[in-house]
């Protein structure tokens, strides 16, 4: 059938009509085929409808690095981190925190744009897109490293450990608990792209912080009806200054202040604390690990596990399960400090008595403070003391560098000698020493001193304080 006869039958607008339709689709799988952008289509300040994305891709490498344009520029924008809750505000720098533009996920961005659904619903998109336009913001990537270390310094301002249902220190008088709060640092960084691809040039962009909120435990009716006659306490310092150590140490404090242990029952501190993660709210901070101070998620928390044992032995309540660090620490007497690792290393109190027992542990002001709360037994009195059983002489590693000078050493650490050390309870009544016992044995192996030394010297001296020197006594690798 010709196009008269179509005419004749449709009339001439319906042909025209169809024409056009065939004339657009023609067009839309030309640019489909070809992987060009939708006409009418301005990625940041670049007209870019019909470009391949070859095309787009050096159009904005040229504009990268033209230095043209920066007010549209990530890394020229200023961020506004907002607490939404106190009204608190932190200004950083895009090039603080490593934004650009991501030119891969801005090529998908353009050459999506106009492109979704069936045949038809594209074949609408082209239509729009070429009628009224349509503006692709350049992507942003964020550097992840330079982000979290930003907002990981402003959540100390903002994170607050939750305070559970507990007990006055002082008089055990019942306390209300209280939510805390710990800032989201990657859901937050996830919402910096948007927010700077979505503000005007030269405006400063705006970001809500992800709170978390953090749930207060406990029952005020339920410590209420429990004796709450102090039975023993223990304390220990540590460094307020240290940040990451004392909030570490004020988190896990905080979930086991105001646990209840039933009669017969055990508490863990594994099953209760947690796993040590950043994602709990944990930061890094110094740690030992197989007798080295190394850099950990979790750092101080053996502090809060050490305080508790003591307390606990004071109090005269059993520890089931216990693990003394590889080291002796700052903290405590060698023999009283006890280690944890989730999930492998715990700490395993259980109550003896017939009546529920309340542990409260506190820290504040460079201050730990671990306590246990019953009915106490009048006239009797606990103590511990440790006796050394036997020292472990730590020697030297030498460890052969080609890069020092011929005879030339270098210490690196003094050797510390490992010991092993017994604790032992007295308990008395009336001032009559009623048992003595022994509770744990702690092992501390040697840390041995280490040396680099450089190539051999003639004559070959010695080395420091009884280290091996000569080239026959030296060797590679490392002690532990």
Known sequence: MSIR??????????????????????????????????????????????????GLRLSLMGWLDSGQGEDGRPESADIVFRDADTGAAWVVSGVSLGLRVDVEATLDRALAEGRSGSAAARLVGLLLTSARGARVPAAVAVDPGASTAFLSAVAGSVDRPPVNVSLDSRTGAVLPGRPGRRLDVAATVELVPAAVEGRAPGERATVELVIVEL?????????????RELLAAF?????????????????????????????????SFNDVVGERSSAAGYRTALE???????????????????TIFNAALLAGIDVTC???????????????????AYPGLDLVVKNPGERPVVLTVRAAGGRLEAAFWGRREPRVEVALFTEEAARLPAGWTVELREELDPGAYRVVREPG?????????SVARDGRVERRELLFTSRYAPLPGLVVMGPPAAPSGSGPDGAPGAPAERRRGRGR
């Not at 304390?235 to 307020?240: G, V, W």
């Not at 197989?290 to 502090?303: H, L």
């Not at 000698?417 to 309870?425: F, K, N, T």
Request: charged fraction near 15%; aromatic fraction near 6%.
């Open 288 to 306: 030992i690990v197989d007798s080295e101070m190394v850099i950990g998620t979790g750092g101080g928390v053996c502090q809060v596990a050490t």
């Open 322 to 340: 216990r693990h003394c660090h590889s080291r002796p620490v700052p903290y405590v007497a060698p023999g009283r400090d006890a280690t944890v």
């Open 235 to 267: 304390s220990t310092a540590y460094d307020p200054q240290d940040e990451g150590r004392s909030w570490n140490i004020a988190l896990a404090s905080a979930a086991l202040d105001g646990s209840v242990i039933e009669p017969g029952l055990a508490l």
């Open 5 to 54: 006869a179509v005419a004749s039958v449709l009339g001439p607008p319906a042909v025209l009509g169809l024409l056009f339709l065939a004339l657009a689709g023609g067009y839309l799988t030309w640019l489909e085929v070809g992987d060009r952008i939708f006409p009418n289509v301005t990625v940041g300040p670049i007209p870019a409808g019909g470009l391949t994305g070859e």
């Open 417 to 425: 000698d490992g010991r092993e050390v017994l604790l032992w309870r």
């Open 215 to 227: 749930p207060a435990r406990g029952s005020v009716d339920r410590l209420a009806a429990l004796d």
